[in-house]
């Protein structure tokens, strides 16, 4: 389940001055520079990836219980 990368820009504000930024349609953050929004989706995958790793694991053990 991959969230599309936008190109929408917001910006955040901080000491007077105003930097463009994207926003995360996951996590509502918003991510400096935008650019760095499609990495900040890869960690997103990575670690679903790894939670459902260990949900396997885990239901793995469960199954060997009964």
């Known amino acids: 389940m991959e969230t599309p990368a936008t190109n929408e820009c917001f910006d955040i504000f901080f000491n007077k001055a105003i930097y463009p930024a994207a926003i995360c349609h996951r996590c509502a953050t918003k991510i ?6 499609e990495a900040h989706l890869d960690r997103h ?5 790894y939670l459902e790793g260990e949900l396997k694991k885990l239901q793995y053990s469960m199954g060997r219980m009964r």
């Open 32 to 37: 400096y520079p935008a650019s760095s929004l």
């Open 45 to 49: 995958q990575l670690k679903d990836l």
